[in-house]
């Protein structure tokens, strides 16, 4: 790893002066920025530590308002009485208990991405100002099914997919000021001009997760698919949510991780399940949507069959 | 003095017969009979050394920090086919705390100008710290001109000049037997690269007095390290010391010293300071060996009724740059079966990554997994209960020799498995989960394996005045529990309670003892411990029979006191050693030569229950019920973790392990135990072990074979086998993925 000056700050005003220098590095966790910088996929000058700002720690849950900060560890937040069931469900299966206890909810918002083109520190992938991308052509078990971008990266949290499925807004405190907006706009799949799987600067801040009222009543449920019990980011996820009315589902969000981009979202197969009574031929016909303008590599197809099976049982536990 | 004598023996290592020469001293003695009232040997007893081992007071070789030691790291190809131009250190060295970097023109001797692997080894940094060296290692500029390569195994084959014939074993004319035969199966197996991934690193620290190396290593075999290491710096034997105290796992892969172990041994002495150079984890993943790839073609042949009347098993076992041996793949095709007519032959392929090296049951692994896969293809097509296809062809005697066997009980670990496992709830079709999606399956499969050890191998034991005792042997206990057994062998024998049994171990200016491989290390030195601990007996027996005015003959030894036969007189042996003041007893023992009419082998059978998500394709392996037949269990509690141990690093081979090769780059993309997915501690399911109680008196003194390998050997085939049997999707190739589930069941 290269040598790295370090300072630790109290404020996020102090925080956002320092990250303002050239070549500088946020750590909170430092579950993911450790392991890119012993990989010397990133050699930072200097890294504020943003721990000891207190209000970035902790939940505030009403009624019609779930609020966690950005520093609130993943464990804390699975731990804590108010914390919705579907992001409960989403952390059980992340990671590892002691990555858990040292990984934050911000940090794991935008963490890097998997794959291990982009991983290997002596492959020069398209994300990393490559010519192209080395999954196309090279073993792609695990990467995109959907999208039309070079890069066939896939994204890796666990909470975002049960976040957006809640509709859950992100505060974000960038030169412009405090800034609220959809968590799912955070998500931008990479472009020749920004080769990064997410709109947050290295030096913008994120300073909360927040859940409307509404969303929070919903029905929702996460399911992750792994080759092994524990201890994989997902091969495929899925978080599906909806509020039902006698019976029947309204806002309903299905959205599937590790398959693209970006967290995915078929609106048709959203908008087949809409004002609908759920049952099996209906989540098979859900499913039957997501999937169908999957478009696997050579190597992934497997992973279009587990998707439409995931949607499907994600849509049917939507019942209960 | 007992008289020293040079004996033939056979002993079975690692798959294949090596015949040797070996020196013994005094006669054998018999094993302990069935019924003799042992104290310590069978009965299970915790680690001597579990305290140390997990308090983290047990100082392992990468925990090893001398004074004024420095720090190498490798400098690595990212080529897999290249050659070295040009290394330019300046930039390295301009960095504070830098000692040297050295490369082929400055140490011919520890680096070719041509590389055949990424990762192969192109220059050394040795720096005053860790880091130090390897963030130098990164500025090291090194030009290289690219080579034609090939790293898949598949590709390789199809190029002859990539293939070597290495092995070929028949027996009575397979192709007669193919045309007497009613049903043929003929199918095509493939394994994937199994990485070691020991917990402790493979690595070596060196430090010179003079002309004298001592070496501490992380390895299987002290001895051959001495000999590699001396041999490769031109010492002398008694010139270099290897020590090896505690030690995080080998599974084969540290059977020899490593290139870590000429570099810290050249350059400590030139650099006049002790050199650590120990592997990291990519470099265990890269550079450290691993378990060949495999294609494999089984064909079998029976008649309508399950007799086997044709067996051929070709195998391919992709060496990596490895040209100079291959394990026995087809191994348990040549010894398993009783089968006429039998052809098998084993190819060597080379490819440009990591060296291959052996792997807990080399090649049986591999082989046993093709073999009962296809046992249970022909059941299938037979209509038979597999289990019922297995005892119509079980070999009485041993199918390659004709000879005996010094014991087998299959039958037994057969029946009993079975009961254990419920193999009566085994329906043809597999039956049915909790969801209409979820499908149940039992399999069964077969082990056989060698493990009977043999000399040469030595101990002394040491009684000290105050009736404490030093075994003292050149073992290395690699984490199987063998100093525990050692020591339950010496406290039986001398009738002290165990933690008055010290053992004196762990380095190369001891008694020679055996690598800890071959699943032969107590069957061969706890021989010699135990007529050692005799000797030591014998002794005191004859200085308390002079105390007690009785003859030697007329007094024996029971629970601290030497009693004799007739008139009930007793003298407790604190009484002796208090007596004897400063003397020391010293006994010696030697392991004497296997038995020339019988072979000498362990079997087992493993019995495996699934559940499949025929949606997702997701394996579920639910329990493995593991019975196995090795004679006298030393430590029961150990033996059932040794099984626990080999099942799980099976059912990882067997599901969720396996090596990626990028195919353009020639990289390994999984060099990490985040990627390499090894079970964790929720995949491990239910695992039940037994062993048939029976004693192999034959095999040596103590009535016991070895039990390292065993467990590793028929648990792919057993789940794969139960795969097949829940959801009909027979997967060929290891491991079974989710995606290769799916795909099975497309067929």
């Known amino acids: 790893m290269k040598s790295f000056s370090y300072a630790k700050v109290a404020t996020a005003e102090e925080a956002a002066g320092l990250l303002k220098q050239r070549n500088t590095r946020l750590i909170a966790g430092g579950t993911d920025l450790l392991g890119l910088m012993k990989e010397r996929l990133i050699e930072p000058d200097r890294l504020v530590d943003v721990n000891g700002i207190a209000q970035l720690r902790g939940i505030t849950a ?18 804590h009485q108010a914390t919705p069931l579907i992001i409960k469900e989403a952390l059980a299966d992340a990671a590892t208990p002691q990555l858990r206890n040292m990984a934050t909810v911000g940090g794991n918002l935008v963490q890097r991405n998997r794959c291990w083109y982009f991983r290997s520190a002596e492959h020069r992938c398209w994300l990393k100002g490559g010519p192209r991308c080395l999954a196309v052509d090279g073993d792609n078990r695990y990467h995109a099914i959907y999208g039309e971008g070079e890069c066939r990266q896939v994204t890796p949290s666990d909470l975002a997919p049960a976040l957006i499925a809640l509709d859950a807004t992100v505060v974000m405190r ?39 009222g509404d969303a929070l009543r919903r029905h929702a449920t996460y399911l992750k698919f792994m080759e092994r019990a524990t201890w994989q980011f997902a091969v495929v996820s899925v978080a599906a949510s909806a509020r039902l009315v006698e019976g029947r589902a309204q806002d309903v969000r299905i959205v599937a991780g590790a398959v693209a981009n970006i967290p995915w979202r078929v609106k048709a197969a959203e908008d087949l399940l809409a004002g609908e009574k759920i049952d099996d031929a209906r989540a098979l016909a859900v499913a039957e949507r997501f999937v169908r303008d999957a478009r696997p590599l050579r190597d992934n197809a497997y992973k279009v069959a587990v998707l439409r099976e995931l949607v499907r049982r994600a849509v049917l536990r939507l019942k209960d | 003095m007992p008289s020293a004598r040079v004996v033939k023996n056979r002993t079975e290592f690692e798959g294949k017969i090596y015949e040797e020469l070996a020196l013994v001293q005094g006669a054998d003695i018999p094993a302990w009979s069935a019924d003799a009232e042992l104290r310590h040997v069978g009965r299970s007893r915790l680690r001597v050394d579990g305290p140390q081992r997990v308090s983290g007071r047990a100082r392992y070789t990468t925990d090893l920090m001398l004074p004024g030691m420095l720090h190498a790291r490798v400098v690595r190809s990212p080529h897999p086919h290249a050659r070295v131009i040009r290394v330019d250190a300046k930039r390295a060295l301009a960095l504070a705390g830098v000692r040297s970097v050295v490369d082929r023109t400055s140490a011919p001797e520890l680096f070719d100008e041509e590389v055949h692997y990424v990762g192969a080894p192109v220059a050394v940094v040795v720096g005053e710290t860790e880091e130090i060296a390897a963030d130098a290692a990164h500025l090291v500029e090194i030009e290289y001109e690219s080579l034609p390569f090939v790293v898949d195994l598949e590709e390789a084959i199809a190029d002859r000049t990539r293939v070597q014939r290495k092995e070929s074993y028949s027996r009575g004319d397979a192709r007669r037997g193919f045309r007497e035969a009613d049903i043929v199966v003929d199918a095509r197996y493939t394994t994937s690269t199994q990485l070691h991934n020991c917990l402790e690193p493979h690595g070596a620290v060196a430090q010179w007095d003079g002309e004298r190396l001592t070496l501490w290593e992380s390895t299987q075999a002290m001895f051959d390290v001495r000999k590699g290491v001396a041999k490769a710096i031109r010492a002398r034997l008694d010139d270099v010391r290897v020590i090896c105290d505690y030690m995080g796992g080998g599974f084969g892969s540290k059977l020899g010293h490593g290139h870590y172990s000429e570099i810290a041994a050249v350059l400590a002495k030139r650099l006049g300071r002790p050199i650590r150079c120990v592997m990291d984890r990519r470099e265990e993943n890269l550079v450290t060996g691993n378990r060949s790839a495999t294609v494999q073609r089984v064909r079998v042949g029976a008649t309508k009724d399950g007799k086997l009347t044709a067996l ?39 490819t440009n990554t990591g060296p291959f090296s052996a792997f807990r049951a ?94 040469p191998a030595y101990a002394t034991i040491h009684l000290n005045a105050d009736g404490t005792a030093i075994v003292r042997a050149g073992l290395q206990d690699i984490g199987s529990g063998t100093k525990t057994a050692i020591a339950q062998i010496a406290a039986e024998e001398l009738s002290l309670p165990l933690e008055r049994v010290r053992l004196s171990i762990g380095e190369t200016d001891a008694p020679y003892g055996p690598a800890s491989g071959g699943s032969m290390t107590t069957a061969s030195l706890g021989p010699a411990v135990r007529l050692a601990a005799v000797d030591v007996r014998r002794q005191l027996l004859e200085v308390a029979a002079g ?33 004897l003041q400063n003397y020391t007893v010293i006994g010696r023992g030697s392991r004497h030569p296997n038995p020339e009419d019988v072979r000498l082998r362990s079997f087992g059978a493993h019995f495996a229950e699934v559940e499949v998500d025929i949606r997702t394709g997701a394996v579920r392996v639910l329990k493995i019920v593991a019975v196995h037949q090795i004679g006298r ?27 990626v090769l ?36 034959r095999a040596n003194n103590l009535g016991g074979i070895g039990l390292g390998e065993p467990p590793i050997i028929p648990t792919a085939a057993a789940i794969a086998n139960a795969v097949a049997n829940a959801c009909g999707a027979r997967v060929r190739t290891l ?7 799916l795909e099975a069941l497309r067929r």
């Open chain 2, 362 to 455: 080399p090649g049986y692994v591999e082989g046993t997994f093709a073999l009962e896969s296809a046992m249970d293809e022909l059941a299938d097509k037979l209509a038979l209960d597999p289990l019922a296809l297995r005892r119509k062809n079980y070999a009485k005697l041993d199918p390659q020799s004709g000879k005996h066997y010094s014991l087998k009980r299959l039958d037994q670990c057969y029946s009993r498995g079975a009961e254990l496992a419920g193999w009566s709830r085994r329906k043809a079709g597999g039956t049915a989960g909790r969801h209409a999606y979820l499908r149940r399956g039992m399999g069964v499969s077969t082990q056989v394996w060698g493990g009977g050890g043999g000399p």
């Open chain 2, 662 to 697: 990028d195919r353009l780059s020639g990289h390994v993309m999984n060099a990490n135990l985040e990627d390499y997915k090894i079970p964790t501690v929720k995949d491990v399911p239910d695992i039940v072990v037994e062993f048939v109680p029976d004693l192999d008196r």
């Open chain 2, 735 to 741: 491991p079974i993925t989710p995606a290769r589930v």
């Open chain 1, 62 to 79: 009403t009624k019609e308002n779930f609020r966690v900060g950005a520093l609130t560890t993943l464990a804390e937040l699975a731990a």
């Open chain 2, 312 to 350: 051929e098993h070709v195998a391919w076992s992709g060496t990596g740059t490895e040209d100079g041996w291959v394990a026995s793949t087809t191994g348990p095709s040549n010894g398993l079966y009783e089968v006429a007519n039998v052809r098998s032959e084993q190819f060597l392929v080379l």
């Open chain 2, 547 to 579: 105390l007690m005015e009785v003859r030697a003959s007329e007094i024996h030894l029971t629970d601290g006191h030497a009693v004799a036969g007739r008139g009930g007189k007793k003298l407790a042996l604190d009484e002796v050693f208090s007596k």
């Open chain 2, 633 to 659: 269990i030393v430590n029961p509690l150990n033996a059932k973790s040794q099984v626990e141990g080999g099942v799980t690093q099976a059912l990882g081979y067997a599901v969720s392990e396996g090596r």
């Open chain 1, 174 to 212: 960038t030169d412009e000021g405090e800034d609220s907006l959809p968590l799912a706009q955070l998500y931008v799949a990479p472009t020749a001009r920004h080769r990064r799987e997410h709109a947050v600067g290295d030096d913008d801040l994120i300073l909360a997760v927040r859940i409307g």
